[in-house]
């Protein structure tokens, strides 16, 4: 129990302090929103006159002081350039990139453990060292790049995907996946990358151990000896590893939304960003910062469950 | 173990041929809906509305939109001058300070309240600030009072005559709004256009539909139109090719590929593009300098290599699109012209040319295409110009905000009035005139336009002015780049305006 109040005590913390970095690093960006949105053409008096019913006449600070306040209350604020609540508008995007997020990690997961062993299994052989130079190149090309290879080579040539652009759920289940299949494919392409190594290598470090040669001894089959024993045992470092791919995913939706033109949180955030509208920014940021700590938070409570042997004591 | 794999590989290509099939059936539903009347439309706007109070908004986009929702006194007519529409007549006194308007009678807004004469003064007070001190527009500054004296006449009264006075009536500057619907004018706007405001869902689209009531009995046709908002090209391309998109902008380099199924609209701009540089800056601050650049400027190849020909050149601040006020002959002023643009730089004591950056923002290709072009022939002349490409919020506050930068490029969207667009080069003009151009002749000649009430003086003094811009080479004045439409065939009734404003109402299916 006290490791959960210090965990959320934690995470009370750094979404303070990421809060403060976002807000001083906003400081810094030339630009103003008001302008921003206005152009050229923008009218001296409009732009007075709406700084002030917008708040943003007064000083930086006292704008922050004034959102963190509402953030205690509940209240995220207003987006300036949207004119409407951020929370609204975090939460019209968050399907669609929790839908990507996930898909992406389901495609990881199911590419990434079946190859592992596979690879594993055929360690020094030609078929391993295939698979390991493959995925390094997986790792190098950019995601952006292989966003816009999928849309050309595969995007247009099937009817199913739909490429730029989003079909909700509740419009067509299959719309919806053959919209975000794509852009999760691009996500996940370079995790597998990752994570493929870490599977293999924990797969290889276990098989090699006492035990399993005492299994193996024993008479029990090889399909149990892998599964049940060494899989299970190798999970400890890959779960680590996809917490943190999971966190890459939430951060590979930002880019790949902007490829495919999904109207998601990552495209909102960019918006944001070069609007200068920092009420949303502040809104995504923190978001983020909450999603990636509670995963980490998660992980921690599958260690235990992985292997006994690790409490959650301090 | 390799039969386990063998069936899920088996399930997971059934599961996909399904979908695949489930997916294209669904795509041939939506073809044969093509095939009956055209009742909707959806029309590609590159990005979102700044307000939906039509006070507030100031971007041109948002205009393109939201013209269909919202009246001024007048409306903007497709020559670029204005129509009487919630005011029926007019009368302006002979000495020009008192504008007398007549409201027409059935003229209701969208929530079926008629238009009465305290709606319109309630949009002019809001607009100047009247009692609140906070003006959305100084547009109205020279307006002493607004009267109501009965309950269909509104009287203006001027501090001065001022002869652009009633382009400013449009909805662009003045939409006329109820006072009922004050609070919510941003988030549920209300107007008297042709089609009502019904949703807005940022970063995806504005729908509008058809407002029955509408005071012109015979339009609009269309029940629905939808704004999808699509920054990339590339997809509104193909959003047009596979039926999502009626109508949309497309890059004029890629003409060729939809000319074949689609009615191709050339539109004129009357935008300005241009190279401007910081007048008062040195070495811009010597004439010679300043022409210098312009002989050296090839305004054919940037319009060949940037606008794929499509646009026209210019000479002076304004667009032949504006008409009667348009000086014709400037735009060949300064042919280009090497040896003079180099003999003018050593006039001005700079042999050897000199070192200078061209600062454009990033949001739109066209700047960093026409800016490599114009590097190229500066460099042969002798004048290096390194190439500064920042953010639009950085560009607006460094460039147009601070003054801060030697040169650059934009493009300045139309206005129906003449003195709004040319007096962005007046001194005192403050806050809207980037190039800091300072010429008494200029000024003196703007100022006495205001008050000129003869049109034909008028003219000529509008067209003297370009002069002056030209040969005082306050920019290099490139051109008004024209807008490629591509639009569904079945649909007909285009209407071109020498402003933003895409006018629904006249679309309609193709007889």
């Given at each position: ?314 | ?362 949001h739109a290709e066209l700047y960093s295409d026409a800016a490599q072009i114009a590097v190229e022939q500066l460099k042969k002349v002798g004048i290096t110009a390194e190439i500064k490409v920042v953010e639009w919020a950085k560009w607006l506050e460094d460039v147009y905000g601070k003054r801060d930068y030697e040169m650059t490029m934009i493009d300045f969207t139309g206005k129906l009035d003449p003195y709004k667009i040319l007096s962005r080069y007046v001194s005192t003009n403050k806050s809207s005139n980037l190039m800091n151009f300072n010429n008494a002749e200029f000024d003196k000649l703007m100022a006495d336009v205001v008050l000129e009430t003869d049109e034909a003086k008028q003219i000529a003094m509008y067209q003297q002015a370009q002069e002056i811009l ?32 895409m006018d629904m109402a006249h679309m309609k299916p193709k007889q």
């Amino acid at each position: 129990m006290t490791y959960v109040v210090r965990r959320f005590l934690l995470l009370v913390v750094t979404l303070i302090f990421i809060s403060v970095i976002t807000f001083l690093v906003f400081q810094i960006l030339p630009g103003d929103p008001v302008r921003t949105m206005l152009g050229p053409d923008a009218d001296e008096a409009q732009v007075e006159t709406l700084k002030q019913q917008l708040g943003l006449d007064q000083p930086g600070h006292v704008q922050y002081l004034h959102l963190v306040e509402g953030f205690f209350q509940g209240d995220m604020g207003d987006s300036i350039r949207f004119s409407r609540p951020v929370t609204g508008l975090i939460m019209e995007r968050l399907p669609i990139t929790l839908s990507l997020a996930v898909i992406s990690l389901i495609i990881v997961i199911l590419v990434t453990i079946p190859l592992g062993i596979f690879s594993a299994k055929r360690e020094k052989k030609w078929s391993d060292f295939f698979l390991s130079s493959f995925t390094q190149l997986g790792m190098a090309v950019p995601t952006f790049f292989v966003g816009m290879v999928l849309i050309l080579f595969i995007g247009m040539s099937f009817q199913f995907f739909t490429t730029g652009g989003y079909v909700p759920w509740s419009e067509s289940i299959t719309g919806a996946i053959g919209s975000l299949i794509l852009p999760a494919l691009t996500i996940a392409l370079p995790q597998i990358a990752i994570s493929f190594r870490y599977v293999r290598n924990a797969i290889l470090e276990q098989s090699k151990l006492d035990y399993v040669r005492t299994a193996r001894g024993k008479g029990v089959s090889e399909a149990i000896v892998i599964y049940k024993h060494v899989l299970r045992n190798s999970l400890i470092p890959v779960v680590t590893v996809f917490g943190l791919i999971l966190a890459e995913v939430i951060a590979g939706t930002i880019v790949v939304e902007q490829v495919f033109s999904l109207p998601g949180i990552g495209r909102l955030l960019i918006t944001a960003v070069s609007y200068r509208d920092f009420p949303v920014v502040q809104g995504i940021v923190l978001y983020i910062a909450l999603v990636v700590v509670v995963i980490n938070f998660i992980v921690d409570i599958l260690y235990a469950v992985l292997d006994p042997r690790i409490r959650l004591k301090s | 173990m390799r039969k386990r794999w063998i069936i899920f590989a088996s399930l997971l290509i059934m599961s996909l041929l399904v979908s695949a099939c489930s997916g294209s059936s669904q795509k041939g539903e939506k073809g044969e809906e093509g095939k009956s009347e055209i009742k909707e439309m959806s029309v590609r706007i590159n990005s979102d509305p700044d307000f939906l109070d039509p006070h507030k908004a100031e971007a041109s986009l948002t205009f393109r939109m939201m013209l269909n929702v919202f009246e001024g006194l007048f409306n903007p007519s497709p020559d670029g001058s204005v129509e009487p529409a919630i005011a029926e007549k007019y009368q302006v006194s002979d000495d020009g300070l008192v504008y007398t308007f007549t409201l027409r009678d059935e003229v209701k807004f969208h929530n079926g309240d008629p238009v009465t004469v305290k709606d319109v003064k309630y949009s002019f007070d809001r607009l100047m600030g009247t009692g609140t001190g906070q003006p959305l527009s100084s547009d109205f500054v020279n307006v002493e009072a607004v009267e109501t004296p009965d309950d269909k006449t509104v009287v203006m009264k001027l501090k001065k005559p001022d002869s652009t006075f009633i382009y400013r009536l449009t909805a662009e500057q003045a939409a006329i709004i109820p006072e009922s619907n004050d609070a919510n004018q941003n988030t549920k706007p209300i107007g008297t256009g042709s089609f009502k405001f019904v949703e807005y869902n940022p970063e995806n689209n504005l729908i509008i539909e058809k407002n029955k009531d509408y005071w012109k009995k015979d339009v609009p046709y269309l029940d629905k139109v939808t704004f999808v908002f699509q920054s990339d090209n590339q997809s509104a391309l193909l959003s047009l090719q596979g039926g999502q998109l009626d109508l949309t902008d497309i890059p004029a380099h890629q003409k060729a590929e939809v000319e074949k199924n689609f009615t191709i609209i050339e539109q004129e701009n009357n935008s300005v593009f241009l190279l401007g540089f910081n007048n008062e800056k040195k070495p811009f601050s010597d004439l010679k300098v300043r022409q210098a650049i312009n002989y050296a400027i090839n305004k054919d190849e940037i319009i060949e290599g940037a606008f794929s020909g499509y646009a026209t050149k210019l000479g002076s601040n304004l667009s032949p699109i504006m008409g009667k006020y348009y000086k014709k002959g400037l735009e060949d002023y300064y042919p280009a012209n090497v040896e003079k643009a180099k003999q003018l730089l050593a006039e001005a004591g700079y042999p050897d040319g000199f070192k200078t950056t061209l600062t454009i923002s990033s949001h739109a290709e066209l700047y960093s295409d026409a800016a490599q072009i114009a590097v190229e022939q500066l460099k042969k002349v002798g004048i290096t110009a390194e190439i500064k490409v920042v953010e639009w919020a950085k560009w607006l506050e460094d460039v147009y905000g601070k003054r801060d930068y030697e040169m650059t490029m934009i493009d300045f969207t139309g206005k129906l009035d003449p003195y709004k667009i040319l007096s962005r080069y007046v001194s005192t003009n403050k806050s809207s005139n980037l190039m800091n151009f300072n010429n008494a002749e200029f000024d003196k000649l703007m100022a006495d336009v205001v008050l000129e009430t003869d049109e034909a003086k008028q003219i000529a003094m509008y067209q003297q002015a370009q002069e002056i811009l030209t040969k005082q080479a306050a920019a290099v004045f490139i051109a008004d780049y024209k807008t490629l439409w591509g639009m569904n065939p079945k649909v007909e009734g285009f209407k071109s305006y020498p402003i933003f404003y895409m006018d629904m109402a006249h679309m309609k299916p193709k007889q």
